[in-house]
């Protein structure tokens, strides 16, 4: 049986806690992607600033507000050069990656959705997980394979996670139909 990849995605904070703990559905990138599957989220080392903290929290206040949720739980924490952490950090599943003008003209997805789609290239994330367990690691740019005894350790730690307004984007007519072999991880 041929070893399974673990692809790994180094963010900057506090976009990668979110996007772990459910409440960012949507990762904007300038480069489109043929990830499918499991994705891991790393965070890097640069400590956020307070205030791009605030106004992140804002604009993610404002988005579920237009979906009538109002009660959101942000993380208490957004800890630097970690692969995961206990209620902090794990990984998605990238169902699809959209380009901007596909995913804002689709009048049945929710506002909301279409509030967080903010990049040229859209990467449709679905059910966030965490570990429990942090693993301090460094981080690469752009898409990366984990090392073995990192994925392994790390896969047996994973817990779901229910962010604030759960999607699934099969489920609201966008589909896979992006360009370029996908990447499996499943």
Known sequence: MADKKEVCLTMHQPWASLL????????????????????????AAKVPEPETIRELERFYT???????????????????????????????????????????????LPQSIRMEALSECCWLCEEPQKLVIPFQMRGWQGVYNLEKKIAS??????????????????????????????????
């Open 20 to 43: 772990v703990h459910g409440i960012k559905r949507i990762e904007g990138r300038s480069w489109s992607s043929s990830v499918r599957g499991r994705l891991w989220i790393h965070a």
């Open 62 to 108: 404002e988005v579920y507000a237009a979906q009538g949720i109002k009660d959101i739980k942000f993380p208490e924490f957004y800890p630097t050069s970690v692969l995961l952490g206990e209620k902090r950090k794990g990984c998605v599943n990238v169902v699809d990656c959209v380009k901007l003008e596909e995913l804002v003209s689709r009048e049945e």
């Open 153 to 186: 350790a790390a896969v047996g730690g994973l817990k779901a996670v229910q962010g604030p307004g759960p999607v699934k984007f099969s489920g609201l007519g966008v589909s896979s139909k992006s360009p370029g072999k996908a990447i499996k991880n499943t």
